[in-house]
């Protein structure tokens, strides 16, 4: 099953795909959202995203706050989610993504990725720890 994980942001949405086995997370590209209030750009790619791959299932990080409560980021990622659910009629659930951007980060300084590039891969490459951390979870269910 393919499998679709975002990284939900204001400006951004990373998106990273996993393999037909469901065994491991690759970060796709970030899409950039030119309005914070139109959705519809951003869900039209994810729309073509799911055609192109396959996609059963999406996993959408849920920003939690560190002390387990929801904030407006929160909100508004409830919000995404009902929109792709209503639009795409594709099966969505969240997963906790506290600290995936401070890991993605933490990767691309090991990498020694110039401070000035990093924004251009962090999004994508948080979605993809979302998305691993994911599956992994459900590796270990099983």
């Known amino acids: 099953m393919r499998i679709l994980g975002l990284d939900y942001g204001t ?3 990373g998106v990273a795909i996993c393999d037909p086995f469901g065994w491991t997370a690759q970060g796709l590209e970030t899409i950039t959202r030119q309005d914070p209030r ?8 994810i729309k073509e995203l799911i055609d192109e791959y396959n996609v059963e299932k999406i996993i959408v990080g849920l920003p939690k706050n ?8 929160v909100k508004s990622t409830m919000y995404f989610v009902n929109r792709i659910c209503r639009e795409l009629e594709i099966e969505v659930e969240t997963f906790d993504e506290r600290l995936s951007t401070v890991a993605a980060e933490r990767i691309l300084i090991e990498a020694q990725v110039r401070r000035e590039n990093r924004k251009e891969y962090i999004d ?5 720890i979302i998305l691993q951390t994911y599956l992994d979870s459900v590796s270990n269910k099983n």
Do not use: C, F, V, Y
């Not at 560190?66 to 980021?73: H, Q, Y």
């Not at 994508?124 to 993809?128: C, L, M, T, V």
């Open 66 to 73: 560190m002390n387990n409560t929801e904030g407006e980021r």
């Open 38 to 45: 139109n959705l519809i750009d951003s869900i039209k790619r």
């Open 11 to 13: 400006k951004t949405i």
């Open 124 to 128: 994508k490459i948080a979605a993809s």
